[in-house]
């Protein structure tokens, strides 16, 4: 078992920037990849990053990539989001999960075990 608490989020203007934050416990946090996803209003969960087991790998959807980092630090049991030149269409909630899969990069929701609680990120024009 895996829990997943998430910290950050919040409002901030388009061209913005914010860091998510999510801690785990209860399993040895290098045991498991991490990813974001995110599900706006009316619309399906959708990937937002991944990373592997030891920080050394990641992968972002397109929507993302150069825009936000995805790290971890497996000494603090956390992963992190960076979140740069936020966009109106970036709002959502956001959420950390976590997959004990071997297969990289997984980007389906369902390949994931175990989520945070989510956290809103709104982003004003």
């Known amino acids: 078992q895996v829990q997943l608490v998430q910290s950050g989020g919040g409002l901030v203007q388009d061209g913005g920037s914010l860091r998510l934050s999510c801690a785990a416990s209860?399993?040895?946090?290098?045991?498991?990849?991490m990813a974001w996803f995110r599900q706006a209003p009316g619309k399906e969960r959708e990937f937002v990053a991944a990373?592997?087991?030891?920080?050394?790998?990641?992968y972002y959807a397109d929507s993302v990539k150069g825009r936000f980092t995805i790290s971890r630090d497996n000494a603090r049991n956390t992963v992190y989001l960076q979140m740069n030149s936020l966009k109106p269409e970036d709002a959502a909630v956001y959420y950390c999960?976590?997959?004990?899969?071997?297969?990289?990069?997984?980007?389906?929701?369902?390949?994931?075990?175990?989520w945070g609680q989510g956290t809103q990120v709104t982003v004003s024009s």
């Open positions: 209860g399993r040895t946090f290098s045991s498991v990849a």
């Open positions: 999960a976590a997959t004990s899969s071997y297969t990289w990069p997984r980007i389906r929701r369902t390949s994931y075990d175990y």
């Open positions: 990373i592997n087991r030891s920080g050394s790998s990641t």
